[in-house]
């Protein structure tokens, strides 16, 4: 069997976190000095920060089921990426302590204030309170935690596991986790992001809201290790193990998630357009109307056609280099694509703006640059800590072969 | 028959050396040639020096015509010949007109790759050459194949035989047509 110790991620990293942490810092101070003029704002551009980069922890663990359902080369070579993107989670428990407090005290999401015999209040009774909703969060954190603990307490076992039986061993129950626990993982970010998003429009609903998050966040997340695996390419130990072939692999699901991105987000559109119920198609409305028509538009051709149309090319999912940069401008368009989301929802201060009015605010530039500072610090410091490679996998060998494969 | 011939054939006994043969093959100018082996062999199309196919770039014509024909079909239908009011929407809607046009899009570029593919590769192919050789039978099996066709612009009987019997082969055959 391989030594994992001869995996060891490159002492680079360091340095990276020093910047990221740096940069995350400044960012952390302009959005406090904002918060102290105006708290509402700050939440929403904080949360538009907490859900895009919450996207890479908690699509890191969608992604690390995945791969242990499916098995295959590329999952060997991202797990231990993903697997250190899903204990940034104590980070976002800690992140969410702003919006919880928005929520306790009433400065964010409209509902914390609708009179209580507004039909959208009526029928949902002690569910849309401010102590439940917080409490409801700490559940999904503790079910994210659970699966979190177990998956990563076995992939280290695994490291240290002195044959190859015992490694087996050790990814069949790993398999089998994952299978039952994927689909309480897609309940849990349904359930989410309904209470995180959807409530932001107390009287707007969709049913497949969760599923566009399960896959939005998958997508982010393979962008994101392509971006890794680019970096970590051109340096020891990862340039012996990865290949071609690795990419292309990532860049196929990349195009198939763009796509069920696509897909989604247009049969909820599709479907409300078809019923035309007043309930529903004021969410639409609002975003078709002003800067917000402009936002969708550059949604649809560059988070769709654009990325979809360079990815449909053999050669082009083959080039690290070339890959990761489009992995890095679908994740700029996946934060256009929160902003589209969270933007246009009604606020809490009424006299601040008229109710859909198109407004960017600095802080929605500058809070994501902070949450992302401090989350990019943590997960480098996460994949520091072990080897980069499940090296004593059963299936090593074969998935860096498959690498160097046609 | 038998004074015309399809081409030469060498049987070997492992893909290594099958392969080696290849770019030797390649690298002498050979261009209408073939390779036949019981599993897939990756290193074959760059060994053979094989083009890739232009089958995709074909597949992406097939989508994009079923992706016209598709909105076409329903504007000719709803807007130009027929028009009637569904559901108190203008004629010309196009979120309802992405489902079928959606679904043309992926029938024409199925139809194109299955049967561009099938066509490409000369198929279906009721008789072929190579099968005069008795022992291509083995091809399935356990022994690996490389064929260079006469109608090699390089192809000379007596030399391009030579050349093959120099390849380390078990065995040269010559191909009846």
Same mark, same amino acid.
């Given at each position: 069997?391989?030594?994992?110790?001869n995996?060891?991620?490159?002492?680079?990293?360091g340095?990276?976190?020093?910047v990221?942490?740096?940069?995350?810092?400044?960012?952390?101070?302009?959005?406090?000095?904002?918060?102290?003029?105006?708290?509402?704002?700050?939440?929403?551009?904080?949360?538009l920060?907490?859900?895009f980069w919450?996207?890479?922890?908690?699509?890191?663990?969608?992604?690390?089921?995945?791969?242990?359902?499916?098995?295959?080369?590329?999952?060997?070579?991202?797990?231990?990426?993903?697997?250190?993107?899903?204990?940034?989670l104590p980070?976002?428990?800690?992140? /969410?302590i702003?919006?919880?407090?928005?929520?306790?005290?009433?400065?964010?999401?409209?509902?914390?204030?609708l009179?209580?015999?507004d039909?959208?209040?009526?029928?949902?009774?002690?569910?849309?309170?401010?102590w439940?909703w917080?409490?409801?969060?700490?559940?999904?954190?503790?079910?994210?935690?659970?699966?979190?603990y177990?998956l990563?307490?076995w992939?280290?076992?695994?490291d240290?596991?002195?044959?190859?039986?015992?490694?087996?061993?050790?990814?069949?129950?790993a398999s089998?986790?994952?299978g039952?626990?994927?689909?309480?993982?897609?309940l849990?970010?349904?359930?989410?992001v309904?209470?995180?998003?959807?409530? !932001?429009?107390?009287?707007?609903?969709?049913?497949?809201?969760?599923?566009?998050?399960?896959?939005?966040?998958?997508?982010?997340?393979?962008?994101?290790?392509?971006?890794?695996?680019?970096?970590l390419m051109?340096?020891?130990p990862?340039?012996?193990?990865?290949?071609?072939?690795?990419?292309?692999?990532?860049?196929?699901?990349?195009?198939?998630?763009?796509?069920?991105?696509?897909? =989604?987000?247009?049969?909820?559109?599709?479907?409300?357009?078809?019923?035309?119920?007043?309930?529903e198609?004021?969410?639409f409305?609002?975003?078709?109307?002003?800067?917000?028509?402009?936002?969708?538009i550059?949604?649809?051709?560059?988070?769709?056609?654009f990325?979809?149309?360079l990815?449909?090319?053999?050669?082009?999912?083959? &080039?690290?280099?070339?890959?990761?940069?489009?992995?890095?401008?679908?994740? /700029?368009m996946?934060?256009?694509?929160? /902003?589209? &989301?969270?933007g246009?929802?009604?606020?809490?201060?009424?006299?601040?703006?008229e109710?859909?009015?198109?407004?960017?605010?600095?802080?929605?530039f500058?809070?994501p640059?902070a949450v992302?500072?401090?989350?990019?610090?943590?997960? !480098?410091?996460?994949?520091?800590?072990r080897?980069?490679?499940?090296?004593n996998?059963?299936? =090593?060998?074969?998935?860096?072969?498959?690498?160097?494969?046609h | 028959?038998?004074?015309?011939?399809?081409?030469?054939?060498?049987? =070997?006994?492992?893909?290594?050396e099958?392969?080696?043969?290849?770019?030797?093959?390649r690298?002498?100018?050979?261009?209408?040639?073939?390779?036949f082996?019981?599993?897939?062999?990756?290193?074959?199309?760059?060994?053979?020096?094989?083009?890739?196919?232009?089958?995709?770039?074909?597949?992406?014509?097939?989508?994009v015509?079923?992706?016209?024909?598709?909105?076409?079909?329903?504007?000719?239908?709803?807007?130009i010949?027929?028009?009637?009011?569904?559901?108190?929407?203008p004629?010309?809607?196009?979120?309802?007109?992405?489902?079928?046009?959606?679904?043309?899009?992926?029938?024409?570029?199925a139809?194109v790759a299955?049967?561009g593919m099938?066509?490409?590769?000369?198929l279906?192919?009721?008789?072929?050459?190579?099968?005069?050789?008795?022992?291509?039978?083995?091809?399935?099996?356990?022994? =690996?194949?490389?064929?260079?066709?006469?109608?090699?612009?390089k192809?000379?009987y007596?030399?391009?035989?030579?050349?093959?019997?120099g390849?380390n082969?078990?065995?040269? /055959?010559?191909?009846d047509?």
């Open positions: 069997m391989a030594n994992p110790e995996y060891k991620a490159p002492a680079e990293i340095g990276l976190r020093t990221a942490l740096g940069v995350g810092g400044i960012a952390l101070l302009a959005v406090a000095v904002g918060a102290y003029f105006n708290t509402e704002q700050a939440i929403r551009s904080w949360l920060g907490y859900i919450g996207g890479l922890c908690f699509g890191s663990l969608g992604v690390l089921m995945l791969q242990y359902l499916t098995g295959g080369a590329w999952g060997v070579v991202i797990r231990r990426i993903v697997e250190a993107g899903s204990r940034t980070l976002m428990v800690i992140l /969410f702003p919006l919880a407090l928005g929520v306790y005290f009433g400065k964010a999401y409209e509902w914390t204030h009179p209580p015999d039909y959208s209040m009526v029928h949902r009774g002690a569910y849309m309170t401010s439940f917080i409490l409801r969060s700490a559940i999904y954190f503790a079910l994210f935690g659970i699966m979190v177990l990563n307490k992939g280290r076992d695994q240290k596991a002195g044959t190859v039986e015992e490694s087996r061993l050790i990814l069949e129950r089998r986790f994952s039952p626990t994927m689909v309480i993982y897609a849990v970010v349904t359930f989410a309904v209470d995180w998003l959807m409530t !932001l429009d107390p009287h707007w609903f969709s049913t497949i809201w969760g599923l566009l998050f399960v896959a939005g966040w998958g997508l982010s997340t393979f962008c994101f290790c392509v971006i890794v695996l680019a970096w051109d340096r020891s990862m340039n012996a193990v990865l290949g071609k072939k690795h990419f292309h692999d990532i860049g196929k699901l990349m195009l198939a998630l763009t796509m069920v991105w696509a897909y =989604f987000n247009f049969s909820q559109f599709l479907i409300i357009w078809s019923g035309n119920l007043p309930e198609t004021g969410w409305l609002t975003r078709m109307k002003g800067g917000w028509a402009y936002i969708g550059a949604l649809i051709l560059f988070h769709f056609v990325p979809y149309l990815l449909l090319k053999r050669d082009l999912k083959r &080039q690290a280099k070339l890959l990761a940069s489009i992995g890095g401008f679908i994740l /700029f996946r934060l256009v694509d929160m /902003f589209y &989301q969270i246009p929802t009604p606020r809490v201060d009424p006299g601040m703006l109710k859909g009015a198109f407004y960017v605010s600095w802080m929605d500058v809070a640059i992302g500072g401090i989350w990019l610090w943590w997960f !480098l410091g996460e994949l520091m800590k080897p980069i490679v499940p090296a996998d059963p299936y =090593f060998e074969e998935a860096v072969e498959h690498g160097q494969g | 028959m038998g004074s015309k011939l399809h081409g030469i054939m060498a049987e =070997f006994d492992t893909a290594t099958l392969v080696d043969a290849a770019r030797a093959v690298d002498a100018g050979y261009t209408k040639t073939d390779a082996s019981p599993f897939p062999l990756h290193e074959i199309d760059e060994a053979l020096g094989i083009k890739r196919s232009i089958l995709p770039y074909l597949i992406f014509a097939g989508g015509t079923g992706l016209c024909a598709g909105i076409g079909l329903q504007v000719f239908v709803h807007v010949e027929w028009p009637i009011i569904v559901g108190g929407r004629h010309f809607s196009l979120p309802a007109f992405v489902p079928p046009a959606y679904e043309l899009t992926i029938l024409f570029a139809f299955v049967f099938l066509f490409m590769n000369g279906p192919s009721p008789y072929h050459p190579v099968f005069n050789v008795p022992r291509f039978a083995l091809a399935t099996r356990e022994k =690996f194949f490389l064929l260079i066709e006469a109608k090699d612009e192809y000379d007596s030399e391009t035989r030579k050349f093959m019997e390849l082969a078990q065995e040269v /055959f010559d191909v047509e």
